[in-house]
């Protein structure tokens, strides 16, 4: 009997300790430039839009934003990966005709780092740091920054040169 009372206060206990926890768990929005440029979909990119078709997994689908371009890199489909690339350097070149070009950045505190980069962005060409990963990602993701990077990177290059 004893043990029994004992088990009903530990749950009740438990369910207290839980209960006290829940605005901890509450997910708020992020309302950044990096956020709203990362996940911005772009409606008329066409690159690869033949091969998408061919694909019944994207009939319903818009790989538009830079978020989803960089997933369809982990794909083991080359024809995919090659629409990935093309679009990213799309997308890339459609935020800089915007007046935001992008950098991808990951790595500790790369979040932090973005914010803090983009708290002014009328220094360096007006870049716009996006954090895509903290510490580590997987090769695709990487891949994806160095697409988008390069990408960005020559157009500044070509801009400055006129």
Same mark, same amino acid.
């Given at each position: ?19 006290? =926890?829940?605005?901890?768990? %509450?997910?708020?929005? +992020?309302?950044?430039?990096? *956020? @709203?440029?990362?996940? #911005?979909?772009? /409606? ?55 007046? =935001?070009?992008?950098?991808? %950045?990951?790595?500790? +505190?790369?979040?932090?780092? *973005? @914010?803090?980069?983009? #708290?002014?962005? /009328?220094?360096d060409h007006h870049i716009v740091y996006i954090s895509y990963a903290e ?28």
């Amino acid at each position: 009997m004893v043990q029994k009372i004992l088990s009903l206060i530990m749950l009740l206990l438990s369910l207290n300790a839980k209960s006290q =926890n829940v605005d901890e768990s %509450i997910e708020t929005e +992020d309302h950044s430039i990096s *956020a @709203q440029l990362y996940t #911005k979909c772009f /409606e008329n990119l066409n690159q690869g839009a033949e091969i998408l078709e061919k694909y019944p997994a994207f009939k319903e689908t818009k790989p538009c934003s830079l978020a989803y371009c960089m997933m369809l890199l982990s794909y083991k489909d080359e024809e995919i990966k090659l629409v990935a690339e093309q679009r990213l350097q799309g997308i890339a070149t459609q935020l800089f005709q915007e007046g =935001n070009p992008v950098y991808l %950045i990951s790595g500790m +505190d790369s979040f932090l780092t *973005a @914010q803090e980069k983009n #708290k002014n962005l /009328e220094d360096d060409h007006h870049i716009v740091y996006i954090s895509y990963a903290e510490c580590t990602s997987p090769e695709f993701l990487r891949r994806s920054a160095d697409i988008v990077n390069a990408q960005t990177m020559q157009l500044i290059k070509q801009n400055s040169l006129r």
